[in-house]
């Protein structure tokens, strides 16, 4: 029987069909180790995507254009509380530190996972990673345990190295290429100045991550200044940033360097860092270190945006 609501002579399968709804995901996008708001580092993260490949993943992460997106996804291993896949614009990484703070956050306020003696477990890239959970609410604070780490080699006779750092005056520790999940060189400062107005050779740098198959080059100073430990800036020149605003593995590999060489140190036990004021950033991370040297590495995390991503 014709549909009586059309114009005579037309029928209702003649009419355009409506395009299929296209799929929607939970979307948040985080502020990672801030110490003011907006100082820390921006992550997105992204829920309810099991049944995307990694070929989609990649271009969302590509679209978005953030340092990291990470997908949120059921545990396969029994022992975790749930799983991460993290993504640059351009590649898939098996671990960073501010993606996991930002997304241990975001898994315990959606309660996508429920914390079990205080802590949470990841399963990544890396494998099983702990997560501490210390204090509730605005407060709260999340640690992660960085992979173990190991020192490749030291000094500062690498021409590559020399011509990164240039002339630039270097502290107690001699410069160390380090590995634990990435690898950075990473270099001692004289003090804070130093680090704050340097002005780095990026095009340096950049070979020093091509010469040795590394993220890049690391800086930091010992402080005197009552709110931080440690100031520390990061070049990821491997990954095609210039700088990292708060960056979580490098700050581990830093620790893990210090654990290894001043065991009985002011800083033996953990310290404050902080990074990225430099280029208009304020973030601050806090590294802890266990008797046996485990690293963990973590800080504050504020949700900025929330609502839901639609992709196909």
């Known amino acids: ?33 801030p110490a003011t708001p907006g100082g820390g580092n921006p992550l997105g993260v992204v829920f309810g ?10 271009r969302l992460a590509r679209w978005l254009n953030l340092v990291e997106t990470t997908f949120v996804l059921p545990a396969e291993d029994a022992a975790a509380s749930y799983r991460l896949r993290i993504f640059m614009p ?6 960073a530190g501010h993606p996991t703070i930002g997304s241990a956050h975001s898994v315990l306020d959606s309660g996508f996972a429920v914390a079990r003696d205080g802590q949470l477990i990841q399963q990544c890239g890396a494998g099983l990673l702990p997560i501490r959970i210390d204090g509730e609410g605005a407060a ?14 030291e000094g500062s006779d690498d021409a590559s190295l ?4 240039g002339f630039q005056a270097l502290g107690r520790r ?19 100045a130093a680090v704050r107005l340097w002005q780095p050779n990026h095009a340096a740098i950049k070979a020093l991550a091509r010469a040795d198959a590394c993220m890049g080059l690391c800086v930091f100073a010992r402080c005197t200044n009552a709110g931080h430990d440690l100031v520390v800036r990061a070049f990821p020149a491997a990954a095609g940033i210039v700088e990292d605003p ?3 593995a490098a700050n581990g590999l830093i620790a893990a360097y210090i654990a290894e060489r001043e065991p009985d140190g002011k800083l033996a036990r953990g310290y404050r860092v902080s990074q990225g004021r ?3 950033h304020d973030a601050a991370l806090a590294v802890r270190i266990d008797v046996d040297g485990s690293v963990w590495v973590g800080g504050r995390t504020r949700t900025v945006i929330e609502g839901t991503i639609a992709w196909p």
């Not at 037309?10 to 799929?23: C, D, G, I, N, T």
């Open 246 to 248: 708060a960056s979580g």
């Open 174 to 192: 001699v410069p160390a290429l380090v590995d634990g999940g990435r690898r950075w060189w990473i270099a001692e400062f004289a003090n804070e």
């Open 162 to 165: 020399r011509a990164a750092l």
């Open 1 to 33: 029987m014709p549909d009586e609501r059309l114009p005579s002579g037309l029928s209702s399968l003649a009419l355009p069909r409506p395009p299929p709804r296209m799929p929607s995901f939970r979307y948040l996008q985080l502020d990672v180790f």
């Open 49 to 58: 995507t099991s049944n995307m490949d990694s070929a989609h993943m990649q």
């Open 140 to 153: 709260r604070e999340l640690f992660v345990r960085a992979p173990g780490a190991r020192i490749v080699r």
């Open 278 to 280: 430099e280029m208009g």
């Open 90 to 95: 351009h590649t898939e990484i098996p671990f």
